[in-house]
């Protein structure tokens, strides 16, 4: 059903506004008329009363006689003297309600009951225009020489009155309906034209998709109002907002060079350590350059330790290439990430199980550097749960499902919002795990928390059936 | 009826009041007169002033009165010279009244009375009265009351047991009014008058319908005072009602009247009142 409460501002109050202006009229038009009623009943009443004492002064003498004639005689003279005019019917009667003479005696016999014309009429000071009806009955006292000798009841013709107030009601209706119609379209359009900078803002709002759009100055109303006010700020918050997207952006950049940069040190001693070896190595060839096998032991040594150093190199460097969105993914980018992950692993003295089911086929769908940014961000973090001594395990199942687990006490409260859920990050907490989610989703992918008597894990499922993107 | 009781003590107070007529000789003449004409009385009364005074050479004072009795009081007592009266009250002071001339209708000094119901009224007769509204033009008036009244009688009824009630309207044009406005079934009027204003307003009896007609009686006169018969002022005025029909002014008022002129009428022309009056001389 439809509710004035789902319109628009915009809309809904230049309505109520018209509406008000309806009633407005209404509410005049209803003061008019009833002033015109109560200044048609005073001239009624007052022509009535005229009416009557006339009558009353002439017909005196003949009712204190009961002279039939001279009270018809007056009457029908009267009546002729009025054609046209407001008296329809006069009857005078005794003082018991016997008809002495009528205007019209054959409505109201000499003699006959007065009783049958009695019914609605009234007192000279109580008369109504009641309704639509045209007669309107008199009913008064005939005092001769301050006493009472006999009723006067007239039937007085009305209709002029009504067609008046007719003709007023029409004229009012249609002068109120325009000028109402005038006055609420009007008041419609100023409301409309008041209230156009919110919409204004509305749309802004509106049309943002996410990011607060700043409104041009020229939109901005002019002066010290509330709406300039109210645009000012909104401004203001859209600049803050955007700035606020911008950081999360660059936030969200560096969490990769993050991740890394987590793994650095283990990655050093990954370098570092082979170096020794590597450098005895070739102090081994100087010292003994005569003794090809010697030679040959310590360059073959030589030769598996640069192999290695160029390894850790290429992977570290595929972590953050930037313009690998294209590159499928393949079952070396797991084993770049056991290369990037296992020196961590060490370092903590914890066991890693690693197992890699889905094949080259099963992963070709999808894009490496999401599925690589995803798998090392959720490795890290479990690896970082764990704890020294722990233990962390990756299993890639076709499908495609990364499992993570760690012997860690499960995910904190602050990490299980910023990784299932949009609500806003909380200060202080990293922004990996919001970046995982944003991945995934970006992917079409899901996240599953689950833990049980062998640890906490995470299952990132990622639809294989999509192009690569 | 208290009527001949007050006649009789009104003819006696004329008699004394009566003074001589030498003292008046140059006074305007004085007609009495009844209420008998059209609608438009000022007019009619206007023209017959002019027509009369044109004719009599001396001014002329005309009293309008409600009712016959008034005028035939005024004429008793003298404060009038002459008075156009009806039959009836000329014949009920026959003794002390004397002719002055009788106008013609229709050629002729006669008139009847005409008994009117409305014209949707059904009936057909005064005997299918009984019961309703009369409407008598005045209790002196020969078509307005005697000719009704001497019918009644001859049925051996009385006007106020025959009608639920009857009322006196005080001139002929009235009763016809009461009878098209519905406040009285029936009427007794003045045949010469309704014919009139058959004329001149025709929508009014066009309301009536004539039931019956009298026979013909002695058309309403002008009379004087039986001892002022040869005063000039009475003379004169003869000779004016006379010579109406051969002047201009009195062919106006004569056209006004509807009537062809006046001439010199006998006592036997109301020979049928008289016998009306003796048929209701029992009620």
């Excluded at chain 1, 995982?436 to 640890?455: F, Q, S, T, Y």
């Excluded at chain 2, 006649?7 to 009844?34: K, N, Y």
Aim: net charge neutral; aromatic share 4%; hydrophobic share 45%.
């Amino acid at each position: 059903m439809f509710s004035l409460r789902q319109m628009p501002l915009s809309a809904r109050v230049p309505l109520i506004a018209a509406g008000l202006m309806v009633l407005v009229g209404v509410v005049a038009s209803q003061q008019v008329l009833s002033a015109l009623n109560r200044v048609q009943e005073a001239r009624l009443r007052e022509l009535a009363r005229l009416h009557v004492d006339g009558l009353a002064v002439a017909l005196g003498p003949s009712v204190l006689r009961r002279d039939v004639w001279e009270v018809y005689d007056t009457l029908d003279r009267a009546t002729t003297a009025m054609a046209g005019q407001r008296m329809v019917l006069t009857v005078v009667a005794d003082e018991a309600g016997r008809v002495i003479a009528a205007s019209d005696p054959r409505r109201a016999p000499v003699d006959s009951t007065l009783a049958p014309l009695l019914p609605g009429a009234q007192a000279v000071e109580d008369i109504r225009l009641t309704a639509d009806a045209p007669h309107v009955r008199v009913l008064a006292d005939l005092t001769y020489q301050d006493r009472r000798v006999g009723q006067i009841l007239s039937e007085l013709d009305v209709a002029d009155l009504i067609r008046e107030r007719r003709r007023v009601w029409g004229l009012l209706l249609a002068g109120n309906a325009l000028a109402t119609l005038g006055l609420a379209i009007g008041g419609f359009l100023a409301m409309r034209r008041m209230l156009r900078p919110v919409a204004t803002l509305a749309g802004h709002m509106a049309a943002m998709e996410g990011a607060p759009r700043a409104i041009p100055a020229d939109q901005v109303p002019r002066g010290d109002t509330e709406l300039a006010r109210l645009f000012q700020t909104y401004n203001a918050m859209s600049g803050a907002a955007e700035a606020k997207a911008v950081a999360e952006r660059r936030l969200a950049e560096r969490e990769r060079f993050v991740s890394l940069g987590r793994l650095s040190s283990s990655l050093a001693h990954e370098i570092n350590n082979p170096l020794g070896g590597l450098l005895n190595a070739t102090d081994t060839i100087r010292t003994y350059a005569d003794r090809p096998d010697v030679v040959r032991e310590a360059a073959g040594l030589l030769d598996r330790g640069l192999r290695h150093l160029r390894d850790v190199a290429r992977a570290t460097l595929d972590q953050n290439r930037l313009d690998r969105h294209g590159t499928p993914l393949t079952p070396e980018d797991f084993d770049d990430l056991r290369l990037l992950f296992a020196p961590e692993v060490s370092r903590l003295g914890q066991r890693l199980d690693w197992v890699v089911t889905a094949t080259a086929q099963d992963m070709g769908r999808l894009a490496a550097a999401p599925v690589r940014q995803i798998a090392l961000n959720l490795l890290l973090n479990a690896s970082a749960a764990a704890g020294p001594g722990g233990q962390v395990g990756l299993e890639v199942t076709p499908g495609l499902s990364l499992r993570i687990r760690d012997s860690g006490p499960g995910l904190p409260e602050p990490a299980r919002l910023r990784l299932l859920t949009d609500d806003p990050v909380q200060p202080g907490g990293g922004v990996g795990l919001r970046l995982v989610r944003d991945l995934v989703a970006e992917m079409g992918g899901r996240i599953d928390n689950a833990k049980d008597a062998g640890g906490a894990g995470i299952t990132v499922t990622l639809p294989t059936g999509a192009a690569p993107c | 009826m208290t009527q001949p009781t007050r006649r009789a003590f009104m003819t006696g107070a004329a008699a004394l009041i009566a003074a001589p007529s030498l003292l008046r000789a140059a006074d305007p003449i004085r007609l009495g007169l009844t209420p008998v004409f059209l609608d438009n009385d000022a007019e009619v009364i206007s023209h017959l002033q002019l027509a009369l005074g044109q004719g009599s050479g001396r001014g002329i004072e005309l009293s309008q009165r409600r009712t016959y009795q008034e005028v035939t009081g005024m004429l008793l007592e003298g404060s009038v010279d002459a008075a156009w009266l009806c039959g009836f009250p000329y014949l009920q002071h026959e003794n002390v009244l004397s002719l002055i001339g009788v106008p013609l209708w229709r050629k002729a000094p006669l008139y009847q009375s005409y008994l009117i119901v409305g014209a949707e009224d059904a009936a057909q007769s005064l005997t299918d009265l009984r019961g309703g509204a009369h409407a008598f033009s005045d209790p002196d008036s020969n078509s307005g009351w005697l000719v009704t009244a001497s019918e009644l009688a001859r049925m051996g009824e009385r006007p106020e047991t025959f009608f639920q009630r009857s009322l006196f309207a005080y001139g002929h044009r009235n009763v016809v009014r009461a009878v098209a406005g519905g406040l009285t079934r029936s009427g007794s009027v003045d045949g010469y008058v309704w014919e009139a204003l058959a004329k001149v307003e025709p929508s009014l009896t066009a309301q009536t319908r004539v039931i019956a007609r009298s026979e013909m009686l002695g058309f309403p006169p002008f009379v004087t005072r039986r001892d002022r018969a040869g005063d000039a002022a009475v003379q004169a005025l003869q000779q004016a009602l006379f010579g109406l029909s051969g002047t201009v002014e009195g062919q106006a008022a004569l056209g006004l009247l509807q009537l062809d002129g006046v001439i010199a009428g006998e006592p036997a022309l109301f020979d049928g009142i008289r016998a009306r009056m003796r048929d209701v001389q029992g009620l």
